[in-house]
């Protein structure tokens, strides 16, 4: 059973950052590449980021580019999102995902490319 825990969530105001934490455990997680989606209220889940299993390969939706950062710590079975100057429009509800079934198409961008998923952490940022 793998199990995703995020933390790090909270209110700020437009501007501030905030650093998101995933912990993962139940399989091996340096075989994993994993990925940060968000849901807003009465919207669909989106894509924010992702990253390889070594850590050299990211992507990041284009709304967050240049003020979001994904990272990880293999030794720590860990995933970071660090998100700077954020504005109102990224409250949501974060979560962080871990793709085990991979194919030579795997591009880290859809949420269907991911078999588990955290429990999500809020992130409301005030105007």
């Known amino acids: 059973q793998v199990q995703l825990v995020e933390s790090g969530g909270g209110l700020v105001q437009a501007g501030d950052s905030l650093r998101l934490s995933c912990a993962a455990s139940?399989?091996?997680?340096?075989?994993?590449?994993m990925g940060w989606f968000r849901q807003a209220p009465g919207k669909e889940r989106e894509f924010v980021a992702a990253i390889s299993q070594s850590g050299g390969w990211k992507r990041y939706a284009d709304s967050v580019k240049g003020r979001f950062t994904i990272s990880r710590d293999n030794a720590k079975s860990s995933v970071y999102l660090q998100m700077n100057s954020l504005k109102p429009e990224d409250t949501a509800v974060y979560y962080c995902?871990?793709?085990?079934?991979?194919?030579?198409?795997?591009?880290?961008?859809?949420?269907?490319?991911?078999?588990?998923w955290g429990q999500g952490t809020q992130v409301t940022v005030s105007s």
């Open positions: 995902a871990a793709a085990f079934t991979i194919g030579s198409s795997w591009s880290g961008g859809s949420s269907t490319e991911y078999d588990y």
């Open positions: 139940g399989r091996p997680f340096r075989t994993t590449p």
